[in-house]
């Protein structure tokens, strides 16, 4: 089945899944820019990304700001729920939706969809929920894994490279 959209939690997936805090109590996560990547990908390929994560902080809002990403929803209690609706604004099923998480907060989520993945240092019990684990751990590009996966998979990596090279030049 066609992957018409792609759902990512960020905590452990785009992250280490540290949480790091200055001595004034701010804060800070580390991004691995090579994720950045898969999300270029997709919107050169026109596939619909979204982020829901139980986080709610400006730091994840910021990066999706960045990134350009349209389907942010942090805060979330229940992620199944909030993929439901947002399938339905979309018109599309669950089995046309590709979800990357690595927790168990995403455990329901990662068994509904058409395609799911865990980072490479999720717990081992998590490999019961997902279609496949990847090789690189959260932090470390996970992301970039998991969308080029799924690329691979649908015969349009060379193509969404190929689209990327030729914007790059016209720039």
């Known amino acids: 089945m066609k992957i018409k959209l792609v759902l990512t939690d960020i905590d452990g997936v785009w992250t280490d899944g540290g949480m790091y805090y200055d001595q004034t109590g701010n804060e800070l996560k580390k991004f691995n820019t090579s994720d950045s990547a898969g999300v270029v990908f997709l919107q050169l390929l026109d596939i619909p990304l979204g982020i829901i994560t139980g986080e709610n902080t400006k730091i994840v809002?910021?990066?999706a700001e960045k990134l350009k990403i349209n389907h942010l929803f942090i805060g979330v209690?229940?992620?199944?729920?909030v993929a439901k609706k947002l399938c339905d604004e979309l018109h599309i099923s669950l089995q046309e939706v590709a979800y990357i998480g690595d927790d168990l907060n995403d455990a329901m989520l990662l068994q509904a969809v058409g395609f799911s993945a865990i980072p490479a240092n999720a717990p081992a019990y998590m490999e019961k929920y997902a279609n496949i684990r990847l090789a690189k751990k959260g932090g470390d590009g996970a992301f970039r894994e998991f969308v080029e996966l799924i690329l691979q998979k649908e015969d349009l990596l060379e193509t969404a490279i190929q689209e990327y090279l030729k914007t790059t030049l016209q720039n």
Do not use: V
Not at 77 to 81: A, C, M, S, T, V
């Open 61 to 63: 809002w910021r990066r």
């Open 77 to 81: 209690k229940n992620k199944l729920e």
